[in-house]
Nanobody
Framework: QVHVVESGGGLVQAGGSLRLSCAAS??????MGWYRQAPGKQRELVAV???????DYADSVKGRFTVSRDNAKNTVYLQMNSLKPEDTAVYYC???????????????WGQGTQVTVSS
């Protein structure tokens, strides 16, 4: 059984920094990353990283956010710098498990952690 637990959200002033952590257990994870959902908006990709270390970022966070992972700990991190009020959202950790029976594998989600950036 896969478990995904996030931590690290909070309230920060614009220009500040936060670091999110997400620990997963119960499987071997291919892709790990972060999505976010602001009120009234759809959930969107923030950043992902593969087991090999390849990364992908939303254009809106490039140069400000950095995603990393510790494969030995099955943990993914999101370092967020130069935060803006528009970064305010609930941030969700997503982990992907490969499957021989399902194209794209299986996705698991954390419970979400609130990030609020004040102006």
């Amino acid at each position: 059984q896969v478990h995904v637990v996030e931590s690290g959200g909070g309230l920060v002033q614009a220009g500040g920094s936060l670091r999110l952590s997400c620990a997963a257990s119960g499987s071997i994870f291919n892709r790990m990353g972060w999505y976010r959902q602001a009120p009234g908006k759809q959930r969107e990709l923030v950043a992902v990283i593969t087991s090999g270390g390849s990364t992908d970022y939303a254009d809106s966070v490039k140069g400000r956010f950095t995603v990393s992972r510790d494969n030995a700990k099955n943990t993914v991190y999101l370092q967020m710098n130069s935060l803006k009020p528009e970064d305010t959202a609930v941030y969700y950790c997503n982990v992907n498990v490969r499957s021989a029976w399902k194209i794209g594998g299986y996705d698991y989600w954390g419970q979400g952690t609130q990030v609020t950036v004040s102006s």
